[in-house]
């Protein structure tokens, strides 16, 4: 009897090998007349000193509306050399790959090159090729795409471009005027989404809620990527006037967008505020300046998504939130629900 | 605790995979990107971050300290507990032979002795590690931890 050789392991390195390849087919194809051109953009806008471009062949249109407060450009504008990122949004079968299906599973890889994130369930395939600034976001079943892909598009994307052209995705809320915006940090559940709508509706401008870009410098800025928001359950309760729709609530978690008019496109940062839960609920909240090196650890984890730059962009955020923590005073504030007294300290700590 | 003696005839060098360092002023960061684990380096400790990025013999390590600063007392000392510091958190390996293209000059020294200092901050672990696909939860999206990797 014929026997067979045992099946060798699949190592990491090969199945990332295998994810990177499959990409690069598709981007290729994408390039070619196949793909998207130029006559399929449907919308571009300018993101500080850079432009987002998205072309489609797809029904995903919806998922544009959480940049629509930003400045727009039309297409084959003359954009005076700003770095420019192309985003083909698709869905369907798999463009370029020959009927072939992305590999199964969760994978996140990159090279120099090209980085791709690809999950299932729906089955969804983001990838960029940094040094073209082309990019691919796919969703098998857009009938099917969680909430976040509607709400906080192309993050991934995102994060693994702009460290390419010196900006940073930070994982922070931005509030405040032209002038100048407060950075609010904090962990997931912390309060900083319920700090920034809080703030937003006693009038001040709403930059962000989640996510942020950071454009490092001897002033930094912030520029909005998103105007969309989440509150949890508890606090979408007890925020007035939130109201998300059926299909935008998820378990806990309510996302809504902010009206374009209580928005800020670009603003110098002034202030960073780490938010956190007051250890006595019923006792007044609290703001409290910080040491340069504990404003330095509290930003730390902002960029936490650098990793999708690889380990020039955590070179590049550890400089910058080393500068950042040089410049900018730091704060830390305890939140509890006496929320005119939480915007009073944002605007002192604005001030 | 007083550091175990250690050899003065090891080669030595910063750990080849999963550590990202940046020299800042008068501090070295250094990320190790497998754990999450944040170290910020002050003192001389930048400048023999910078000899074990090169690979150096330990001995190496402490003469340079000496000839630098030749009235500081307790620098061999320092210099032991320090590289002990580093190996425990493996962010410096032992090596066969200095490594090839060897040669980066050192970080500047300070003006005067500052013992070398090694701070460990493990807090922003969890938030440095999550991985915006196999971490997150499949409705809501990085970087919202999957309930069961809490």
Redesign the interface.
Same mark, same amino acid.
């Given at each position: 009897m014929a026997r067979t050789a045992p099946r060798q392991p699949v190592s990491a390195a090969e199945r990332g090998g295998a994810v990177l390849a499959f990409l690069d087919t598709a981007l290729d194809t994408l390039g070619s007349a196949v793909g998207p051109a130029v006559d399929d953009e449907v919308f571009a806008f300018r993101c500080g000193p850079t432009i987002v471009r998205i072309r489609a062949t797809s029904a995903r249109t919806g998922e544009l509306r959480p940049f629509s407060h930003l400045p727009t450009v039309t297409p084959r504008t003359a954009t005076h050399g700003d770095p420019e990122l192309v985003v083909h949004v698709c869905d369907g079968p798999f463009p370029g790959a020959d009927g072939r299906r992305p590999p199964s599973g969760?994978?996140?890889v990159r090279d120099a090159r090209t980085f791709v994130?690809?999950?299932d369930?729906p089955a969804i395939v983001d990838g960029l090729r940094s040094s073209e600034g082309r990019a691919i976001s796919w969703i098998e079943d857009v009938a099917h795409a969680?909430?976040?892909?509607r709400f906080?598009p192309f993050?991934?994307i995102f994060?693994a471009w702009f460290p390419a052209v010196r900006m940073l995705l930070l994982?922070a809320a931005a509030v405040g005027d032209a002038d100048g915006v407060v950075l609010l940090v904090g962990?997931?559940g912390s309060g900083k989404s319920t700090t920034s709508v809080l703030c937003s509706q006693a009038g001040l401008g709403f930059l962000a809620d989640d996510f942020c870009l950071l454009e490092p410098g001897a002033r930094p800025r912030v520029h909005s990527i998103y105007r969309s928001a989440?509150l949890r359950g508890d606090s979408a309760g007890r925020v007035p006037d939130v109201h998300a729709a059926r299909g935008d609530r998820?378990?806990d978690?309510h996302y809504f967008l902010v009206d374009d008019d209580a928005t800020i496109a670009s603003a110098p940062v002034r202030a960073i505020i780490a938010v956190r839960p007051a250890p006595d609920a019923t006792a007044a909240p609290r703001l409290e300046q910080v040491t340069r090196d504990e404003s330095f %650890?509290l930003l *730390?984890?902002t960029a936490?998504?650098v990793?999708?730059g690889g380990?020039a962009a955590? %070179?590049f955020w *550890?400089?910058s939130a080393?500068a950042i923590a040089e410049s900018i005073p730091a704060y830390t504030l305890d939140l509890t629900w006496d929320t005119a007294r939480v915007v009073d300290l944002v605007r002192e700590a604005l001030r | 605790m007083t550091p175990e003696p250690t050899g003065g005839d090891r080669w030595l060098q910063t750990r080849p995979a999963d550590l990202?360092a940046?020299t800042?002023s008068d501090?070295t960061?250094v990320?190790d990107?497998a754990t999450g684990v944040?170290f910020s380096l002050r003192g001389v400790a930048s400048v023999l971050w910078s000899l074990l990025e090169r690979t150096a013999e330990h001995e190496e390590l402490r003469a340079a300290v000496r000839e630098r600063f030749t009235d500081a007392p307790s620098v061999d000392a320092d210099v032991d507990a320090f590289v002990a510091a580093l190996e425990a958190d493996g962010l410096v390996v032992e090596s066969d032979a200095p490594r090839a293209g060897a040669g980066a000059s050192a970080s500047e020294w300070p003006e005067s002795y500052e013992p070398p200092v090694v701070k460990k901050?493990d807090?922003?672990a969890d938030?440095?590690l999550?991985?915006?696909?196999?971490d997150v939860a499949?409705?809501?999206?990085?970087?919202?931890?999957r309930p069961d990797n809490r």
């Open positions: 969760f994978h996140r994130a690809i999950t369930g969680p909430p976040y892909t906080r993050a991934e994060s994982h962990n997931g989440k998820v378990d978690d %650890r *730390l984890p936490l998504k990793a999708s380990d955590y %070179r *550890l400089r080393h | 990202v940046e800042l501090e960061l990320i990107t944040f901050y807090d922003m938030l440095l999550v991985d915006p696909i196999h499949a409705e809501t999206g990085w970087p919202e931890r």
